[in-house]
């Protein structure tokens, strides 16, 4: 095959060339025929060899000049022939006196000839011999020929040989432009990353392919044909090209349609093709359908891997929430068809934030990572684990029942369970599993995928509720529990927007003198159906909610204004302290600061009548942070008091870095202070301790007598509980400021 369709069309126009110049001769010589049998009555074996010349030319022309036209001898073969036809034609002259005339006639059309087929060179060099050969023949003849004759005759040859000499030229200052420009052109389709090809409109035959086939596909040029484009496509694409074709094929001219397929290239390695037809087969000179064929296998490749990492968990490589909602998705409509089980299993690690902060993030990925292959290797094929982020994994099984979906459970945490070493450091985790399971038929259209996941939350958060590491089978009850924290959370705000809270106030004496040093706060809900509420009832509440922060703020604003009025009131006030407890939601507000400084600017009250009671147990919690929070605090010039002392796990190390001024005794210790011997032993090094670190010390809960002076008899301070009064509201402490001491109940 050619190289371009350029270069098909010159050996085209050549190969004509070549056949009517051998035509002409045949014409010649047909000529000369009739002359010889007519005018010089000649024999029929003299016209008989003639005629077999004319055919021996004529056979010439009927060769496939096509084939030839690009050989090397070509030329020089062309040559020679015009020369042979030249020495014919002057020899027949020389014989035949008459026929001078017709010389130059001849010798113009063996020059156009060559004009269309050779150099400039060849022209000149024919034209010249041919105007030496009428000049001897002039000279020979007979009767000898006019000068003006002669000149005009020669003249004209001139005339003819210079311009045939100038279109030989032309032409060839032509053909090298025209191949420049071809090249530039073939230069640039080879660099283009199109591999461009016209296809006849029956598909048989391949007319056109550009340089750029060898870069896309691996082919050489020649070699592509359509049963080469038909093999290399992959057979599973066979059918969609097919069908492509066809479309493009039948949508008439100027249709244009695209289709993607795998292409094998020549070296075997398969790639992703773009390819594009547009009809042409009514369009000259075409007559085909153009098709480009692009590389893509880079883009598909990057859309593999961006589709890899939207749907896949970038650390284990399973698949991530997106991916596990659409199999879980496929799952119930495959079971709703089948009447199948789905069974659903939350797994989420506990305490995985302590490995994070006590080992570091590349400990604690690497504990992900290796949970994911425990947890995969306890599946079957068919059965899907993802992860759904932190360290959260779901797992969805189709077709088992309750016992073996609990015996699943069961080898998963003990998967989890086995030692796993990070770093230098041997570590046991365990987790928390949620089971929620749903059969085709729980409901019109089957199970809801959300439904399902909240079920499996709801069964995951019991696990934890109830020790972690364990399972939970989802229960309905759950959920019907879920529904009325919601609808306790709901009236609890409602309650905080329509007031519907109170602080009650609990004396805090000194045990020798039972005189009023202080009050409690403690907030009270008056609801509207069920009266007065306890905080029992609503902190945890308010605490898992997030509640307990504006509620908390709330009751410092009601204590500090209430101790303002106090003190306007009562001068006795003035001495007296208000505790308010802090949460640990609240101790760990960002803003709490803030707050308790624009409270106090805003009531005016002396900020060291104010104290802020912590629990043992939450001053233990980022140890760095809390002082850092304390000691921010305690700039306010509020005092700061440990609450439940004796119950949490601080060490006296720790104890010293607290910048804080009271220990409260917790109440489990006073309870049994004068009948058991421990608790009066605790009770009493809490009091030493207290007196060592120069720290107040009081007691909660004192019920009786016998509690009072025992604790009395340990050195203990100060003391609240019901043996001298019972919280009451704002009024009841009033009524006792005039003497600032408690009466005994």
């Given at each position: 095959m050619p190289d371009s369709a350029l270069e098909q069309h010159e050996i085209d126009y050549r190969a004509r060339q070549v056949r009517l110049g051998t035509w002409i001769g045949v014409g010649v010589i047909l000529i000369g025929a009739v002359r010889v049998r007519l005018d010089w009555h000649g024999g029929p074996w003299i016209v008989a060899a003639i005629l077999v010349a004319a055919l021996g030319q004529a056979g010439l022309a009927m060769l496939p000049w096509q084939r030839y036209i690009q050989a090397p001898w070509l030329p020089r073969a062309l040559v020679g022939w015009w020369l042979a036809n030249l020495v014919l034609l002057l020899g027949f002259t020389a014989y035949d006196t008459a026929a001078l005339a017709i010389y130059p006639a001849g010798v113009m059309l063996i020059l156009?000839?060559?004009?269309?087929?050779?150099?400039?060179?060849?022209?000149?060099?024919?034209?010249?011999?041919?105007?030496?050969?009428?000049?001897?023949?002039?000279?020979?003849?007979?009767?000898?020929?006019?000068?003006?004759?002669?000149?005009?005759?020669?003249?004209?040859?001139l005339g003819v040989t210079w311009f045939c000499a100038q279109t030989a030229s032309n032409r060839s200052r032509m053909d090298r432009a025209r191949r420049r420009a071809e090249n530039k052109i073939e230069a640039l389709l080879e660099a283009s990353s199109d591999a461009v090809l016209a296809i006849r409109g029956d598909g048989l035959g391949v007319t056109y392919a550009s340089p750029s086939v060898r870069t896309v596909l691996g082919y050489d040029t020649a070699f592509v044909t359509s049963e080469l484009l038909s093999d290399i496509t992959h057979p599973d694409y066979l059918p969609v090209s097919q069908e492509w074709w066809q479309r493009v094929i039948g949508g008439g001219p100027g249709?244009?349609?695209?289709?993607?397929?795998?292409?094998?290239?020549?070296?075997?390695?398969?790639?992703?093709?773009?390819?594009?037809?547009?009809?042409?087969?009514?369009?000259?000179?075409?007559?085909?359908?153009?098709?480009?064929?692009?590389?893509?296998?880079?883009?598909?490749?990057?859309?593999?891997?961006?589709?890899?990492?939207?749907?896949?968990?970038?650390?284990?490589?399973?698949?991530?929430?997106?991916?596990?909602?659409?199999?879980?998705?496929?799952?119930?409509?495959?079971?709703?068809r089948g009447g199948g089980r789905i069974t659903l299993f939350l797994v989420d690690l506990d305490d995985f934030k302590l490995v994070n902060d006590s080992l570091g993030h590349t400990a604690g990925d690497q504990l992900i990572a290796t949970t994911a292959l425990r947890l995969h290797q306890q599946l079957r094929a068919a059965d899907t684990l993802a992860r759904l982020g932190g360290d959260e994994f779901a797992i969805l099984v189709e077709d088992i029942t309750e016992i073996e979906a609990m015996d699943l459970a069961e080898r998963l945490l003990a998967a989890i369970r086995r030692p796993l070493r990070l770093?230098?450091?041997?570590?046991?985790?365990?987790?928390?599993?949620?089971?929620?399971?749903?059969?085709?038929?729980?409901?019109?259209?089957?199970?809801?995928?959300?439904?399902?996941?909240?079920?499996?939350?709801?069964?995951?958060y019991a696990a934890k509720g109830a020790g972690r590491d364990r399972y939970a089978l989802f229960d309905p009850a759950m959920y019907a529990g879920i529904m009325r924290?919601?609808?306790?959370?709901?009236?609890?705000?409602?309650?905080?927007?329509?007031?519907?809270?109170?602080?009650?106030?609990?004396?805090?004496?000194?045990?020798?003198?039972?005189?009023?040093?202080?009050?409690?706060?403690?907030?009270?809900?008056?609801?509207?159906?069920?009266?007065?509420?306890?905080?029992?009832?609503?902190?945890?509440?308010?605490?898992?909610?997030?509640?307990?922060?504006?509620?908390?703020?709330?009751?410092?604003?009601?204590?500090?204004?209430?101790?303002?009025?106090?003190?306007?009131?009562?001068?006795?006030?003035?001495?007296?302290?208000?505790?308010?407890?802090?949460?640990a939601r609240q101790f760990q507000?960002?803003?709490?600061?803030?707050?308790?400084?624009?409270?106090?600017?805003?009531?005016?009250?002396?900020?060291?009548?104010?104290?802020?009671?912590?629990?043992?147990?939450?001053?233990?919690?980022?140890t760095d942070s809390t002082i850092e929070t304390l000691g921010r605090l305690k700039a306010l010039g509020v005092r700061l008091a440990i609450d439940d002392f004796g119950t949490g796990y601080s060490s006296l190390s720790y104890l010293k870095r607290f910048p804080v001024d009271i220990l409260k005794i917790d109440?489990?210790?006073?309870?049994?202070?004068?009948?058991?011997?421990?608790?009066?032993?605790?009770?009493?090094?809490?009091?030493?301790?207290?007196?060592?670190?120069?720290?107040?010390?009081?007691?909660?809960?004192?019920?009786?007598?016998?509690?009072?002076?025992?604790?009395?008899?340990?050195?203990?301070?100060?003391?609240?509980?019901?043996l001298f009064a019972r919280p009451g509201a704002a009024d009841e402490i009033s009524s006792i400021l005039g003497d600032a001491r408690v009466p005994q109940s």
């Open positions: 156009a000839s060559t004009a269309a087929l050779a150099d400039k060179g060849s022209v000149i060099g024919l034209g010249t011999l041919s105007i030496a050969g009428y000049l001897a023949l002039v000279i020979t003849r007979d009767r000898p020929v006019g000068p003006t004759l002669a000149a005009l005759t020669v003249s004209l040859m249709y244009t349609a695209r289709t993607e397929s795998r292409v094998r290239r020549a070296d075997g390695a398969w790639i992703w093709a773009e390819v594009i037809g547009t009809n042409r087969t009514t369009e000259a000179p075409l007559f085909a359908t153009v098709i480009s064929i692009r590389d893509i296998t880079g883009r598909k490749e990057l859309e593999e891997e961006l589709t890899r990492q939207a749907f896949a968990d970038s650390l284990t490589g399973m698949p991530n929430r997106a991916l596990f909602r659409d199999r879980l998705e496929h799952a119930i409509a495959r079971n709703r770093g230098n450091r041997e570590v046991v985790c365990s987790a928390s599993i949620g089971v929620a399971t749903a059969k085709a038929g729980d409901g019109d259209d089957g199970p809801d995928p959300g439904e399902l996941l909240r079920n499996a939350d709801l069964a995951m924290e919601a609808e306790d959370r709901a009236e609890l705000e409602r309650a905080l927007a329509h007031d519907e809270f109170l602080v009650h106030y609990q004396p805090i004496v000194d045990l020798p003198t039972s005189r009023l040093i202080g009050v409690e706060a403690l907030v009270r809900w008056e609801h509207p159906v069920h009266g007065l509420v306890g905080p029992n009832t609503f902190i945890p509440l308010a605490e898992s909610t997030g509640l307990i922060v504006p509620l908390g703020r709330w009751v410092l604003r009601q204590a500090c204004e209430q101790l303002a009025a106090w003190c306007e009131q009562f001068p006795a006030a003035a001495g007296i302290r208000v505790n308010v407890n802090l949460s507000h960002e803003g709490l600061v803030e707050e308790v400084a624009g409270i106090l600017a805003e009531t005016g009250v002396d900020p060291h009548q104010i104290v802020l009671e912590i629990t043992e147990s939450l001053l233990m919690q980022d109440r489990s210790f006073v309870d049994g202070i004068d009948t058991e011997r421990g608790d009066a032993t605790l009770a009493e090094a809490v009091v030493q301790l207290g007196r060592a670190l120069q720290l107040q010390t009081v007691a909660e809960g004192i019920e009786t007598a016998e509690q009072w002076s025992t604790l009395q008899d340990l050195g203990c301070e100060f003391g609240q509980g019901y």
